[in-house]
């Protein structure tokens, strides 16, 4: 059974109206090839218009689909090979992180993500793709391992935000996050981002310190949710609606289209017709085809240079005035 | 920032000291004599409660007498995503610049501290909660590429509810900006010590903050990433005693040193001396 998004009502009833024809069709022999090509052409129409218009916070919606795919969907799909490594040799492995060495067109490369689940019991064991500091420091010594061998380095941003529980606190998620933050930026080798559902926070940053940036045209990527955003701006607990979510969605300007007009992402990853559970084989192949052409973009540059730009990247992100005297 | 939206009475208007002549301590709910607590550096003189403290009394605490030179004070916000809530984000800065007497939350600059020269970069609560927006984090990078230059030591004193909202994914990347210049400033030698104050949430504790060679918090100072009500809504359990206080990050080997606001200057000369 497909998932529809309120939004999506509209062509989930024409879809329903054309598998009930085939069906008719199968069993009655008739010929209504033309009445179903009429449908899903009408179909198709309307998915475009929706999804050529959507709101924030419908992308926010779809960036959080769950039949959307998530960082191991698309290693399978994008990669020859892919070896997990587990754990971060001080407390625990944490299964909202997942990495490895991978081949992408016999590239090898580390990729690193975020990883939510799909069902309710794995959606428990993942953390709903939220991190405990083990999730960042086992990302960060897979990057480091990359670096000794010389390999690029890829991460998937996919969480809500960095898990807010005690044991987290107690075992320093701030340090972690501040760490991983600190570290990517003097990595010596090449770092590409690719956003692929929700970039929540400093859970999503602690990931995103790249020397390119990219984001699937659906996805999301900001300083706090707009359910958050929304109860801090109306101060209330609980009896937020989606009224008020969709108006913080549109202040926080939090789409892949928002962050490149901002240029604080370089490009934006095209997804399928309705989005990128639609169809992920399309989705994976324009995220492969990006990271090998970043990957070469980048693999004449010298480490000093790498870092030297990675570094003029971040100094000039913020948006402040120089009074005259 | 999710600190914001707690309701929880002890993490609110704590620094809220009443014009009159009496104070309540929000610690101890002792009535204490105004000039008493003024005298004792805003410190409780019953229970050894830190009251919050501005930027500017800060420096008082820390710099030599006079010695305090401001940098880029001319560097003040815009609104680069038009946010408007209950107010706009413009009305919301002069509002808050009216009420604090500062252009922004942090306040940088070159001093003497003892006789050595270091740079300090100090945040304020009263603006707009501390929050780090692109001038927070612009000041802070200009500090950091200044004791770069100088090669002196680098001292920061975080109090904050974390990233600012209002500017969106500018604040977030502030975060990644401040901790790539930490980066250098440890790669090339040069001291860096983060004090922490009441209190130190979000993007600040998960930036520059948390950096620190050597990290020291005033007793009592709330820290942590999300904020306790956030995480008492999610775990659905108590929070233990002390939780997210600065004793028990000290007790979990997060931060080196609590210290009594009164030795708060002495302790960074000592460390400084041992450094340079
Ligand atoms: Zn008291």
Sequence with gaps: MRYYLDFEKPIEELELKIEELKRLSDRKDMDITSAVKKLEKKAKELRSEIFSNLSPWQKTLLARHPDRPYTLDYINLLCEDFIELHGDRRFSDDPAIVGGFANINGVTVMIIGHQKGRGTKERIYRNFGQPQPEGYRKALRLMKFAERFKKPIITFIDTPGAYPGIGAEERGQSEAIAMNLMEMSRIKTSIISIVIGEGGSGGALALGVADRIYMLEHSIYSVISPEGCAAILWKKNGDLDSEEFSKAADALRLTAQDLLGFKIIDDIIPEPLGGAHRDPEFAAKKISEVILKSIEDLSNKTPGKLIEERYKRLRRIGSFETLED | ?276
């Design chain 2, 1 to 276: 920032m999710w600190f914001k939206k707690t309701k929880e009475p002890r993490l609110q208007k704590k620094v809220k000291i009443p014009e009159g002549l009496w104070v309540k301590c929000e610690n101890c709910k002792e009535i204490v004599y105004r000039k008493e607590i003024d005298k004792n550096l805003k410190v409780c003189p019953k229970c050894n409660y830190h009251f919050r403290i501005s930027a500017k009394e800060r420096i008082k605490l820390l710099a030599d007498d006079g010695s305090f030179m401001e940098f880029d004070a001319d560097i003040v916000p815009v609104d680069p995503l038009n946010f408007e809530d209950t107010m706009s984000y413009p009305e919301r800065i002069k509002e808050n610049q009216k009420k604090s007497g500062l252009q922004e939350a942090v306040i940088s600059g070159e001093a003497l501290i003892n006789g050595h020269h270091v740079v300090f970069a100090i945040m304020d609560f009263s603006f707009m909660g501390g929050s780090m927006g692109s001038v927070v984090g612009e000041k802070i990078m200009r500090s950091a590429e200044m004791v770069l230059e100088k090669k002196i030591p680098l001292i920061s004193v975080a109090s904050s509810g974390g990233a600012r909202m209002q500017e969106g994914i500018f604040s977030l990347m502030q975060m990644a900006k401040v901790s790539a210049v930490i980066g250098r400033v440890k790669d090339n030698g040069i001291p860096y010590i983060s004090v922490l104050a009441d209190p130190t949430f979000g993007g600040v504790a998960a930036s520059f903050a948390m950096l620190g060679d050597i990290i020291i918090a005033e007793p009592r100072s709330l820290i942590g990433f999300a904020g306790p009500r956030v995480i008492e809504q999610t775990m659905k359990q108590q929070l233990p005693d002390n939780f997210q206080r600065a004793e028990f990050l000290l007790e979990h080997g997060l931060i080196d040193m609590v210290v009594n606001r009164e030795d708060l200057k002495e302790t960074l000369t000592k460390i400084i001396g041992f450094l340079s």
